[in-house]
């Protein structure tokens, strides 16, 4: 049976190790470089990718630069779009900018990934992504776009509300939808991407972005809870998946499969004698998250992030998938 070609995106660190970009770029249509910045005035703070470009380039995979809220001192700012970009001339003056990295570097393009986004910037942010659409795709340039999970329109909190669907549908390539986070490092113990709470946001997500647009998101980590779960006080670990098993390993413990979730689990006892509870991901996991791939007819997945092994995924995705490969912008 022909297995369908999809586009697979991961997102790196330039730290990233030669042995973990080894693993995965046989596996991606696009790394993903996080991140660029924005300075107070509006210009382009640049990255140092050249590792991850150069063995991007050895694998036939595109490099996309990300561009976040990122700012001079190292934090992000989630009224920088107010501050930087409010008038139409500085938008234009940071997308001259991007669109000359792109071309200095050979990317592909570019990701937008601003997140906390407040309600009154929502409209220099859909404006900033419009004009990078027009005058990107007319030099051959990706637009791709980050936006939180929503399951409706009017979705209340400052994750959601600067998020606009249906607007950034209509300008971008490509849209990824992050579908994971459920569960966190503040949360009470449970799955990072039950699929459940993932379907809802693809139910929403479809009524407004064309799915050959949709790149799901799949988390490449897992969470250690100690227990009991303190609402407020307590923080888990986060931790990769091989790890994950390693610790079961380790301790003794017994890893059980969550069928609603669709998520593995277990818990253990340390050394100072204290209960943990771990969720994370593993082949059953991502294979029921993939398949939803060819339910809603979704362009692929991405995976945030690249910076832990986790070889069991790779070979479920090649059992399932063919990855897409693109030549480089202008030389078709």
Known sequence: MEKRSIIVNGYAY???????????????TFISAFSYGIRSDGSLILLDDSRIRQAAQQSDVQTLMVLSSLTEEGDFDSLILGRA????????ELISEILENLKAKKMYGVDFDFEYIAPQEKDIYIDLIRRAAQRLNAEGY????????????DQAGLLYEGHDYAAVGQSANLVLLMTYEWGYAGSEPMAVAPIPQIRQVLDYGVTEIPPEKI??????????????????????????NEEAVWLAEHYGAEIQYDETAQSPYFFF????????????????????????????????????????????????????????????????
């Open 14 to 28: 330039p730290n990233i190790s030669a042995e973990l970009l080894s693993q995965s770029l046989p596996n991606l």
């Open 85 to 92: 970009l409010y008038n139409v001339q500085k938008r234009e």
């Open 142 to 153: 990706l637009v791709s776009v980050a936006l939180a999970a929503k399951t409706s329109a």
């Open 215 to 240: 790149l799901m998101g799949i988390p490449n980590y897992g969470y250690d809870w100690i227990l009991p779960h303190i609402p407020g006080v307590s923080r888990a670990r986060s931790i990769g």
């Open 269 to 332: 006892w340390d050394n100072q004698g204290r209960q943990h509870e771990v969720w994370f991901e593993n082949e059953r996991s991502i294979r029921a998250k993939l398949q939803l791939i060819d339910d809603y007819g979704l362009a692929g997945v991405s995976y945030w992030n690249l910076m832990r092994p986790f070889r069991a995924n790779w070979q479920v995705l090649q059992d399932m998938f063919d990855v897409t490969k693109l030549p480089p912008p202008g030389t078709v």
